[in-house]
């Protein structure tokens, strides 16, 4: 089994995270709040340290890889980096793929 964490905006200056086991298909109320992503991805980190080698994250639902437990602890700064650029790449490519379709003609043989 692999946990999953899925961070999530909580209001204009909060975040908060959950963790599952499974993808649930609505997430529960938040319990706790953080000033920074950065912040939920080191108390997740924490957490899941002695019981974990690897969790999988999301960010609002949307899936950004399968990432090791220590460096949630280690380098939260440097991985929220690495998923903002990913989820960055994933709307672009999902912008793209939406603009390519809607486009008269395309998909057509």
Same mark, same amino acid.
């Given at each position: 089994?692999?946990?999953?964490? =899925? ?6 200056d909060? $975040?908060?995270? +959950?963790? +599952? ?12 709040? $953080?000033? +920074? ?7 997740a ?6 019981? $974990?080698?690897? #969790?999988?994250i999301?960010? =609002?639902?949307? +899936?950004?890889? =399968?990432y090791? #437990?220590?460096?949630? #602890?280690?380098?939260?700064l440097?991985?929220? =980096? ?18 390519? %379709?809607?486009?008269p003609? %395309?998909?057509?043989?």
């Open positions: 089994m692999q946990p999953i964490l =899925d961070l999530r905006r909580a209001g204009s909060a $975040f908060t995270y +959950s963790l +599952s086991a499974q993808l649930l298909a609505t997430l529960p109320k938040p319990q706790e709040l $953080f000033a +920074s992503t950065e912040r939920c991805l080191y108390d980190g924490k957490a899941l340290q002695h019981y $974990f080698e690897s #969790v999988h999301r960010y =609002d639902g949307i +899936s950004l890889g =399968d090791p #437990v220590s460096r949630l #602890v280690r380098d939260p440097g991985l929220y =980096d690495e998923l903002m650029q990913r989820l960055i790449a994933t709307f672009r490519m999902r912008t793209r793929s939406h603009a390519t %379709a809607a486009r003609g %395309a998909g057509a043989l």
